[in-house]
């Protein structure tokens, strides 16, 4: 199967945990779990909470992770400041990039929004290959952060 067909079918998945949401951290657990169990490419997916500037590590598959991440440095302090997907072929030159497992080689960070566009968390998938994400994994995980925008419960603007 082409990977824009896995991100379908992965997506199809994740939008119905969305309709029985009822929980952030539950529906999360269940897209990280959807995502790894349909790329045998990843080697860690999970997703990382903008918490009172800083990044909490959040639902998860792979090996432990860094807790807390500053929004100083890193691939996904980038993606939250930017407000865009941050995609790295090559993790060692990515400069401040924050190796939470030293079998990571390339990586992409998806930022995560509420319905009124403030960046609630992101999705990060790392890779032990070398270049293994294009802008087909950026357009895949982007639907699926689209997906996840109505989990959030509603901040005032
Ligand atoms: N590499 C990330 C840290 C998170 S781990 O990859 C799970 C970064 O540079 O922000």
Redesign the pocket.
């Known amino acids: 199967m082409k990977k824009e067909e896995t991100y379908k079918w992965a997506g199809k998945q994740v939008r119905a945990q969305v309709k029985r949401h009822g929980d952030v951290v539950a529906t999360l657990a269940n897209t990280a779990a959807i995502l790894k169990s349909r790329f045998p490419n990843y080697f860690?997916v999970?997703f990382?909470f903008l918490k009172d500037e800083h990044l909490i590590l959040g639902p998860?598959q792979g090996p432990p992770?860094?807790m807390k991440?500053t929004l100083e440095?890193?691939?996904?302090?980038a993606a939250t400041n930017s407000g865009k997907t941050v995609l790295v072929p090559n993790?060692h030159e990515?400069p401040?990039?924050?190796?939470?497992?030293s079998r990571?080689n390339s990586?992409i960070?998806v930022p995560l929004f509420d319905v009124n566009m403030r960046v609630r968390a992101v999705l990060?998938v790392?890779s032990e290959l070398l270049e293994d994400f294009d802008a087909a994994d950026a357009v895949g995980l982007e639907a699926i952060s689209l997906l996840l925008q109505e989990i959030w419960e509603k901040k005032e603007k």
């Not at 440095?73 to 302090?77: T, W």
């Open positions: 860690w999970g990382y998860f992770a860094c991440l440095k890193g691939v996904c302090a993790v990515f401040g990039h924050v190796a939470c497992d990571s990586e960070v990060d790392d």
